[in-house]
Antibody, heavy 122, light 112 residues
Framework: EVQLLESGGGLVQPGGSLRLSCAASGFTFSRYAMSWVRQAPGRGLEWVSGISSSGVSTYYADSVKGQFTISRDNSKNTLYLQMNGLRAEDTAVYYC???????????????WGQGTRVTVSS | DIVMTQSPDSLPVSLGERATIYCKSSQSLLYSSNDKNYLAWYQQKPGQPPKLLIYWASTRESGVPDRFSGSGSGTDFTLTISSLQAEDVAVYYCQHFDRTPQTFGQGTKVEI
């Protein structure tokens, strides 16, 4: 059974940093691209960042480019999102999502974690 | 970026009745090289993450009931629930996945 378990969310002051993690199990993690998708309170879904199966290629939404860094450790079956310079508009539930296809990032997601909540407020 | 626009925003439907949700993309999602539309539909129930229902515009994901169907091509797409069940109450999102950034529609809330 595929499982994606996010952690690392919480309350942070504007300008602060957080590192989210997503522990994956139930599939061969190193074969699949992964992404982070966020959902602000009462709002829709926004793709944030993606990474290829090898970790060589990374992709970002314009809204977080230069601010967030996605990475992965295939030896630990874990996906990360380093978030710096956080702003109120980054407040959201952050979901880890598995790509449907193997290899490169496609943006079609067949499994999602339960999400971790990030609140940016003073 | 490709803009995805859904209609309506809210859709009240009686149990057993048909629900139809529309999605329009600002650019064609049809690739002539493989004749596939890079369009997916997701269902999100309250307090839960999204669930993939349909991809390639009309291919049902494994385990999805056959009352859910997708159609359309190019820029205009439709998700149909043929006979609404109580467990189908949710917000439904369309999404394109043909290029980065993959964008979602604003969502359609289906309620009884």
């Amino acid at each position: 059974e595929v499982q994606l378990l996010e952690s690392g969310g919480g309350l942070v002051q504007p300008g602060g940093s957080l590192r989210l993690s997503c522990a994956a199990s139930g599939f061969t993690f190193s074969r699949y691209a992964m992404s982070w998708v966020r959902q602000a309170p009462g709002r829709g879904l926004e793709w944030v960042s993606g990474i290829s199966s090898s970790g060589v290629s990374t992709y970002y939404a314009d809204s977080v480019k230069g601010q967030f860094t996605i990475s992965r450790d295939n030896s630990k079956n874990t996906l990360y999102l380093q978030m710096n310079g956080l702003r109120a508009e980054d407040t959201a539930v952050y979901y880890c999502a598995k790509d449907w296809f193997t290899g490169s990032h496609s943006g079609l997601f067949d499994y999602w974690g339960q999400g971790t909540r990030v609140t940016v407020s003073s | 970026d490709i803009v995805m626009t859904q209609s309506p925003d809210s859709l009240p439907v009686s149990l057993g009745e048909r629900a139809t949700i529309y999605c329009k993309s600002s650019q064609s999602l049809l690739y002539s090289s493989n004749d596939k539309n890079y369009l997916a539909w997701y269902q999100q129930k309250p307090g839960q993450p999204p669930k993939l229902l349909i991809y390639w515009a009309s291919t049902r994901e494994s385990g999805v009931p056959d009352r859910f169907s997708g159609s359309g091509s190019g820029t205009d797409f439709t998700l149909t629930i043929s006979s609404l069940q109580a467990e189908d109450v949710a917000v439904y999102y369309c999404q394109h996945f043909d290029r980065t950034p993959q964008t979602f529609g604003q969502g359609t809330k289906v309620e009884i």
